[in-house]
Each structure stands twice: as structure tokens, then as C-alpha cells.
């Protein structure tokens, strides 16, 4: 097995109403042999496996083997706009899902995809302006910090 120091949030970055085939086919369109993710919540809090934990998955540049990559479906708004768009059941559905992987885990740190940016002034936080995205747009390293 491999040593998991991360459990990586993300959004789709894509509507509500993607499916699990649009995001297969952004993956094979990107060159990926693997899926970004290890895990996808769907609006209605159900959650699927993609690829098993013991594989490494394609969430964050850099952290990728020693990360597990979780992502809800959505985080943008019609726009195109980043926008915390989870429903309250893919809410309960990911929290349920990062309990157990936490459980399973529990030296990892739960964080968002934003929070693996470089903090370039150095003062311990990684401010808004220096994120390189914004997903999973919201803060999970607080929302989870608990679990």
C-alpha cells in the first residue's frame, strides 16, 4: 500500500448535470492512461469509485503518490465562475466518504486542491491571490479539520 499523506478535495469544475462518462472522456481527452480522481461524489451524495487507492491518480501535480483525490461533481456556476455548489446531499455524501478514508488514513491531512499552492510570501497561509485554482472552492482544510 502506499503512504497517503493527503487526502486531496476537488470539484469537477464542471455542471451539476455532468456525468461520469463526460468526466472519462475530459481525462482520455487530456492524455491521462488514469483518472484524476480516486473518488466522485454525485449530487444526489452516492459516490463511486474510479480507481483503486493503492493505484496513483492524476489530482494534484507533484503529490499525486502519496495523495488520494476525492471530487464532487460541480464547482462552477453557469458562467464559468467558481461557485460552492455542492447540494446538501453530496454534502453528507463527501463527508461520509473523506470519515472513511480519514478512518482508514488517519496521519492524512485532509485539504483542498487550492490549499497545494506555493505560499510566496511566506507567511504560512495560502492567501487567495496565491492560489493556482481555486478548487474544490470552498475551504475544506476547515470544513474538515474535525473528522
Known amino acids: 500500500m502506499r503512504a497517503i499523506k493527503y487526502i486531496a478535495v476537488h470539484c469537477t469544475a464542471g455542471a451539476q448535470s455532468q456525468t461520469l462518462e463526460d468526466l472519462r ?4 481527452i487530456k492524455g491521462w492512461k488514469k483518472p484524476g480522481y480516486h473518488y466522485v461524489v454525485f449530487p444526489d451524495g452516492s459516490f463511486v469509485s474510479l480507481l483503486s487507492v ?28 467558481a461557485v460552492d455548489n455542492r447540494t446538501e446531499a453530496q454534502k453528507r455524501g463527501l463527508r461520509a466518504l473523506l470519515s472513511e478514508l480519514k478512518r482508514q488514513h488517519p496521519t492524512a491531512t485532509i485539504q483542498g486542491h487550492r490549499d497545494f499552492s506555493p505560499d510566496k510570501n511566506g507567511n504560512g497561509t495560502i492567501d487567495p491571490w496565491e492560489r493556482i485554482k481555486e478548487c474544490p472552492c470552498f475551504n475544506a482544510k476547515d470544513e ?3 473528522l
Do not use: L, M, P, T
Request: glycine share 14%.
Open 25 to 28: 472522456r475530459e481525462f482520455r
Open 54 to 81: 493503492s493505484e496513483v491518480s492524476n489530482g494534484v501535480q507533484g503529490f499525486n503518490s502519496v495523495s488520494i483525490n476525492v471530487a464532487y461533481i460541480g464547482g462552477i456556476d453557469a458562467k464559468g465562475k
Open 144 to 146: 474538515y479539520k474535525n
